[in-house]
Structures are given as C-alpha cells and as structure tokens.
C-alpha cells in the first residue's frame, strides 16, 4: 500500500471512492480546488499490490483524506479542516485511515504552521468517531444541529497540532525560515518598525580602526 500526496489526475477515482463510501459529495472543481490551493494536504492510499496491465490503468485508489487551510480564520488562528476522508470497504481497519490524516496533519504544521484542525462528523458515525477520538486525539468541541442536509446533527470536533511542531523541532530544529503568507506580512511590518528604530552606529574605519584591519595601499 502506498500513501501518497493526491495529485490532479487522481481526482476522478477520488471522487468515485467518495460517492461510494459517503453520502456527502462534491463538484470534480471543489477537489481540483483543494488539489490546486493546498497540494500539500491531501492524500491518497493506493493499492499497488495489483500490477498494471498497461501504462494506461488508473491507480488502485482506495482511500482518501481531503484537507484545506481555514481561508479566513474567525479567531484569527491559522488551522486546518478535513473535508473529507474515506477508505473502501474492502480495504478497511488496515490503519489507511489513521495514516492519511496523520500525514495531512503533519503537511498542516509543516506547511502552513497549522495550530490546530478542525472536523466535522455525523453523530452516528461509531466507526469515524472512534478514528478521530481515541486514536487521533480529537476533542468534540459543541454540536452542531441539523448540520447535514438529511437534518442529522454533526460533531463538530477539533486537534491540537502543537505535539507536532515540538516533535519536528526536536528532529529537525527551530525552523529559521522566513515566514510567508500573512505571517510574513506580520513580521514584515514588525521588521519595518524595528528599522525605523535603528541608528546609525559606526563600524570599522568610521571607529578610526582602519588601519589596523586593512592597508591603506594608496598611501603606500
Ligand atoms: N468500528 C470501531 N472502531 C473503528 C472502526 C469501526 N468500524 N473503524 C476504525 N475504527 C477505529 C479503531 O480504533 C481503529 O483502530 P484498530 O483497528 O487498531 O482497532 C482506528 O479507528 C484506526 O482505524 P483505521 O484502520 O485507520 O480506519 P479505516 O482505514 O478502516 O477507516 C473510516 C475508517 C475512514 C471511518 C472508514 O470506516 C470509512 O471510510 N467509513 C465510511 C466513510 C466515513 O465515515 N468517513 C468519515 C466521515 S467524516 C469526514 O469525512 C470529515
């Protein structure tokens, strides 16, 4: 089995496995418009146990995790959403489920400095509910009535993803990139600011050490 990012030419069976695990399905651009905006956070598991017959043959997609950034944060914080995720029948309680949203969490925090992500899931849901609370660590933040179009209720439910971002420090280090994105506006205006406050010092020459750490060749 692999788990791989989802790419534009999986679309089509990503949508066929949606239709048939999901009663929640979406327009081909509302995926292609997650694949586009945040390629970074979804996944698909494909079964390459079955060999192609031809170069041609689609990829055995057997599960799914379909993810975003929150485009305009109410709180303000930056977080991820899974929008979607599912595994066939036939290909179930082998852990495909835990390990997609564990990588589209991870590209959250890695990617987009994710502080937490959020989902929504029927109240009826036993088998996804138990995924997400006590495997992954979900909490159920309020329910939300009459969430999905058939008048169910929907959990709403939410992940800390700091965990992630101390274990990726650990391994790797702070991360001494530039910021981007809001962010990087943020600590652009702050980096603006810390220049107005600067003064002019002098340094080398301007402190009369020329002399000692070049020589003035011209004199000579
Ligand atoms: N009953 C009880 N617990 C379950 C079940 C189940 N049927 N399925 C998974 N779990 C729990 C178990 O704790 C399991 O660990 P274990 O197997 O060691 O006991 C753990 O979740 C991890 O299971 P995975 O093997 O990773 O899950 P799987 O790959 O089978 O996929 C999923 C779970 C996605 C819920 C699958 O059953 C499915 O596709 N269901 C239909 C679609 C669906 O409901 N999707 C979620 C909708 S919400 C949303 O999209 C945001």
Redesign the pocket.
Known sequence: MDIRVLTPSDIPHVQSTNIT??P?NYFLKYYLYHALSWPQLSYVAVDVCRPKKTPYDPPKIV?YVLAKMEEEPANGIPHGH??????MRT?????????LMKQSQRAMVETYNAQYVS????VS????L??YR??LGFEVEKVESKYYADGEDAYSMKMNLEFIKEQLEETYGKDEGEAVGEEGKENGKKDDEKKERKRKVKIGRGLGVGDLVEKNESKA
């Open positions: 695990n999901l929640e599960g899974i929008t979607s995720l599912s595994v290909h179930r309680r082998l852990g495909l489920a835990e390990k989902l929504h899931v029927r849901n036993v088998a996804a138990k995924l006590d495997t």
